[in-house]
């Protein structure tokens, strides 16, 4: 990601940065646009931070949110793994396994 990050503006970059954060922080292996809001929420001192803090959307507010959209499962939760959401596809890993097993052995 660092050689895309450096196109950026240093602004940017740290917005990016934080919004990385804020994945990690939910356990998430993905950077989408929730992620952004918080990091543009939480980059002190910018007219973004300014203009959506005015509005109740702080970095402290945005994370809140987004604890409650994984909690209501709008979200991935952090305790779910490739399998569940394989699984929320329709996708058994386990028969997926044991069809492999069955054509290759073990």
Do not use: C, K, W
């Amino acid at each position: 990601m660092s050689e895309v990050l450096d196109r950026f503006s240093a602004a940017a970059r740290q917005v990016m940065t934080l919004a990385d954060t804020e994945a990690e922080r939910l356990r998430h292996e993905y950077i989408g646009p929730e992620h952004v809001l918080a990091g543009l929420a939480r980059l002190t001192g910018s007219q973004a931070a300014r203009i959506l803090g005015a509005s109740g959307l702080t970095g402290e507010a945005v994370s809140a949110a987004l604890d409650a959209q994984v909690g209501a499962g709008r979200l991935p939760d952090p305790g779910r793994n490739q399998a569940d959401l394989l699984r929320g596809l329709g996708i058994d890993l386990n028969q997926v396994r044991q069809a492999i097993e069955a054509s290759f052995g073990h």
